[in-house]
T-cell receptor
């Protein structure tokens, strides 16, 4: 079944800096990928979805997908303290119609 | 935005106790999910359902039962709770259509369960 590996486990960036989060998947047939963000005390919320190879930009956030290398990344430009959160990547398991999450990356943006 | 409501927010029980976690979604989504979140493990899928009366086994189902009574309501049952089931539990829903494009999951605010 789909396995999702995230890196790094924890990331510290200064305010205004660039944060880069990475994810690799095992299911070569998977078509759909997401980034979710979870602030302390809340449930995860979808940040971005990406279904096609290449870049997808939404404001300060850019997701990149390379299906050949089974790699998805998220880049946060001009990071803000409010971006401090736990970030999950997720992909669908083509065998079972379910979504599998990585273990998460803790992002800390220092003022 | 899709609304998913979980209850209770916090629950404490003893080993061997009987616990039911509740989830209701009000957006007529067909899929509902139960995940547990633990440090170092991320979100792990326990059970899921694609409609009333349906149940699918997730990745960490041992010790858990689930029941989808209506389109809106999905319950997670721990009939003999153990300390290893101490965790943060999330319910989610989505309007999945795997024949077309996949849909986003909408999560509730979670239930923190402590088994003493």
């Amino acid at each position: 079944q789909q396995k999702v590996q995230q890196s790094p486990e924890s990331l510290i960036v200064p305010e205004g800096g660039m944060a880069s989060l990475n994810c690799t998947f095992s299911d070569r047939n998977s078509q759909y990928f997401w980034w979710y963000r979870q602030h302390s005390g809340e449930g995860p919320k979808a940040l971005m979805s990406i279904f096609s190879n290449g870049d997808k930009k939404e404001g300060r956030f850019t997701a990149h997908l390379n299906k050949a290398s089974l790699h998805v990344s998220l880049h946060i430009k001009d990071s803000q303290p409010s971006d401090s959160a736990l970030y999950f990547c997720a992909g669908h398991d083509t065998n079972a119609y379910k979504v599998i999450f990585g273990k998460g990356t803790h992002l800390h943006v220092l003022p | 935005e899709a609304a998913v409501t979980q209850s209770p927010r916090n629950k404490v029980t003893v080993t061997g106790g009987n616990v039911t976690l509740s989830c209701r979604q009000t957006n007529s989504h067909n899929y509902m999910y139960w995940y547990r979140q633990d440090t170092g493990h991320g979100l792990r899928l326990i059970h899921y359902s694609y409609g009333a009366g349906n149940l699918q086994i997730g990745d960490v189902p041992d010790g858990y039962k689930a029941t989808r009574t209506t389109q809106e309501d999905f319950f997670l049952l721990l009939e003999l709770a153990s300390p290893s089931q101490t965790s943060l539990y999330f319910c989610a829903s989505s309007d999945q259509d795997w024949g077309g494009s996949a849909e986003t999951l909408y999560f509730g605010s979670g239930t923190r369960l402590t088994v003493l």
